[in-house]
């Protein structure tokens, strides 16, 4: 399986341009290294869930708040960096240069933000989840309920559909399996700890995950550069990686189409004919990266996991230098697969594109599949499908125990307020089930957006949905003055306009180069990353509009709520404090726990580990309790490791600049 190399633009097919190629993976050093790799994924699942507390709530969604700085970094970024970036990142490389990069770089500056502001506000409110913390802000349920709802909907649109979609790429490319039939034999094993296992479980595999991933992508570029020829020689063969086919009978196509861009190795782009320009990378990236990193589920869960602050910083730190690497293992290695598969990666005539990889807008998505198939000894290729599977089942375990927290306690405990525990964990994994199945329906909506680049169509999805969240969540912590009023009509005007842009979008089509979209160009035709600015703007003097046309919100609600008064010591009355509690909702337990133990089948007892449900709650005494809340909401740090933290975090952000400057 040795690949042959065609110079760019030569006029025959290489031998990989075949529509259907064989099963790559079909040896048994490949097939040896996959099935150790999930034996052992499958012990440090089961090792976790043995030796972490899953009886509670606060157990399985928490991991009780026993984290260290380094699980907690490898667990955010392998929560990010997902299949799709391993597909996506390649993918736009393939297709525009290393501008895409600069999505992973800015990320250096927004983890700083997360750990410093915005993780102690989280802490000192003593919150569980995101639209927790909104209710316990502002007060009411709409907003905590549309927060929910409107998360779970960019989880299936952006997260879970995306990261199946492109698990399942590279499945269809190693294995020769149909599409769906891959999706639902990794989804079955990845559901299975996940539900399980709780927040712990998931955060140790997600450590597990990282290294593997890591090592595994370091093999394959050093392999592609080698290639290739090295850095210098995969500049130069680049810019000449044109198809050889770019007549069709049908189409008129041009040549912009197929060249590569003149400024393929520039982050920083023409700020109005750049496919990305660089204030909307700047800016407008900016924005989405706050609602990501800092006011997502599924990244700031990991956070709250934390036994003290500085454990916080340095995983936000570790994770930090970790995002530096995708652009050198991910988006220079889609560009080299561009260059040794130059007809099938970078082909723009529909019914030749369609043929290749069942798509008609471009191929540029299979070039990391393709380069793992084609260029990897067998044993490390099997390696490799493990990583993809590893980034594959540690985003989606992410995801899946996010959402249903989110689900859980911001949606249920609406929905049955006297739920016991067993029912709102149970409730939780019911749901899991239902994300699925709505994800899988929307995978072929995925596969056409955005000029079939996945990067792009997760990132467009995201300015049209994320900004107000990221205002609202900014105005609620730094501006005290903002009131539930502003932060809802301000919420809900920016959704208005957000859903304007994408449902036109998705009527109309995003189109492609060779068969562009008829959508007004007063609608589609500001790139997204602009768009996400003007809607934050929009939003934020809406809220702002609203909250100073309305009632303030009076201190004695907002103590350790914002950041002026993080530090209060005062008893903070909370707004409609019994509108949403689930107090003493396990009375049963309580009625019976003077009465004898009932017997209990091996069945039971086998079913209620596994779960990790407990056989009785244990009860704590009112001191008990509160020292335990004074415990989970400190966010006092040893004087050593907070200077140890903050050195790091300057070194950090110094490496950025340098990064961005090099490559601007």
């Known amino acids: 399986m040795e690949p042959s190399t065609v110079p760019a633009g030569s006029g025959t097919i290489p031998t990989e341009a075949t529509p ?53 970094g490898a667990s955010l970024f392998a929560s990010n960096i997902g299949s799709g970036h391993f597909v996506g990142l390649a993918g736009n490389g393939a297709a525009g240069g290393i501008a ?12 700083i933000i997360l ?15 995101m639209p927790e913390y909104l209710k316990k802000r502002f007060g009411g349920n709409r907003i905590r309920i549309y927060l929910s709802v409107l998360s779970l909907c960019l989880y299936i649109f952006t997260k879970i559909s995306a990261d199946m979609f492109s698990g399942a790429i590279f499945i269809r490319e190693a294995l020769g399996l149909n599409l769906y039939v891959a999706v ?19 955060i140790y595999t997600d450590t597990l995950q990282t290294i593997i991933m890591v090592v595994g992508s370091f093999i394959l570029m050093g392999f592609a550069f080698n290639e290739v020829g090295g850095y210098d020689a995969m500049m130069d063969k680049y810019m000449n990686a044109i198809t050889s086919q770019v007549t069709d009978p049908n189409v ?21 004919s750049g496919d990305l320009p660089w204030p909307g990378l700047i800016f407008g990236l900016s924005i989405l990266a706050i609602w990501y990193w800092c006011t997502d589920q599924v990244i700031v869960q990991r956070c709250l996991s934390a036994k003290n602050m500085s454990h916080v910083k340095g995983g936000c730190i570790l994770c930090g230098y970790l995002k530096l690497l995708p652009m050198y293992l991910m988006v220079f ?120 680049q996945l990067f792009d169509y997760i990132q467009s999805i995201t300015s049209y949905l994320g900004p107000p969240i990221a205002s609202v969540f900014l105005l609620a912590i730094f501006v005290k003055r903002v009131n539930e009023q502003g932060a809802f009509w301000g919420l809900i005007f920016g959704l208005a306009v957000g ?7 998705f009527v109309y089509g995003t189109g492609s180069c060779v068969m562009p979209s008829n959508c007004p160009t007063i609608i589609c035709g500001i790139h997204y990353l602009y768009f996400a600015i003007i809607l934050f703007v929009a939003t934020c003097l809406m809220v702002l509009i609203v909250s100073f046309m309305t009632k303030p919100i009076d201190d004695i609600h907002l103590y350790r709520l914002c950041w ?26 309580d009625v019976d726990e003077d009465s004898p133990p009932r017997d209990v089948s091996c069945w039971k007892k086998a079913y209620n580990w596994f779960c990790g449900f407990e056989d009785k709650a244990k009860k704590l005494s009112k001191e008990e309790q509160e020292a335990l809340q004074q415990q989970l909401t400190d966010i006092t740090e040893v004087p050593l490791w907070k200077n140890v933290v903050n050195i790091n975090a300057i070194i950090l952000l110094a490496v950025c600049v340098f990064f961005w400057a090099y490559y601007a």
């Not at 895409?100 to 983890?111: D, M, P, S």
């Not at 506000?121 to 919150?127: E, F």
């Not at 125990?401 to 307020?417: C, E, G, H, V, Y």
């Open 20 to 72: 259907n190629p064989s099963v790559a993976v079909n040896n048994p050093a490949d097939i040896s290294v996959i099935v150790i790799y999930f034996l052992v994924v499958l012990a440090v699942g089961i090792w976790a869930m043995v030796r972490t507390n899953r009886g509670t709530v606060g157990g399985f969604f928490l991991a009780s708040r026993s984290m260290i700085w380094w699980p907690i």
């Open 100 to 111: 895409t990069g600069g999505f992973e770089w800015n990320a250096l500056v927004i983890v």
């Open 115 to 129: 750990g410093w502001l915005f993780v102690p506000i989280y802490i000192r409110a003593g919150v569980v989840t």
């Open 184 to 202: 639902v034999i990794l989804l079955s094993i990845t559901a299975l700890y996940t539900v399980t296992g709780g927040l712990a479980a998931v």
């Open 252 to 272: 008129n196509i041009s040549a912009a189409c197929y060249t590569p861009r003149p400024d393929s190795f520039h982050l920083f782009r023409n700020p109005i």
């Open 333 to 452: 290695p889609g560009m080299i697969s561009r260059i040794l598969y130059t007809d099938v990666i970078a082909c723009v005539v529909p019914s030749i594109c369609k043929e290749y990889c069942d798509t008609e807008v471009g191929c540029s998505n299979i070039a990391y599949p393709r380069l793992v198939v084609k260029l990897m000894p067998a044993g490390l290729r099997g390696l490799m499908l493990s990583v993809m599977l590893a980034s594959l089942m540690s985003s989606l375990t992410s995801i899946f125990n996010s959402a249903s927290t989110l689900f859980t306690m911001d949606i249920w405990t609406k929905i049955r307020p006297k739920a016991s525990e067993k029912e709102l964990m149970l409730a939780g994994r019911v749901f899991t089930l239902f994300l699925i199945g709505v994800s899988i329906a929307w995978i072929p909506i995925v596969q056409t957006a955005q000029s079939g």
């Open 499 to 505: 859903l304007s842009r994408m449902i036109t979008e």
């Open 564 to 589: 002026t008064l993080r530090n209060s010591t005062e008893v903070r009355e909370d707004l409609d404090f019994d509108d949403w509690k689930n107090e003493d909702n396990d009375s049963k337990m």
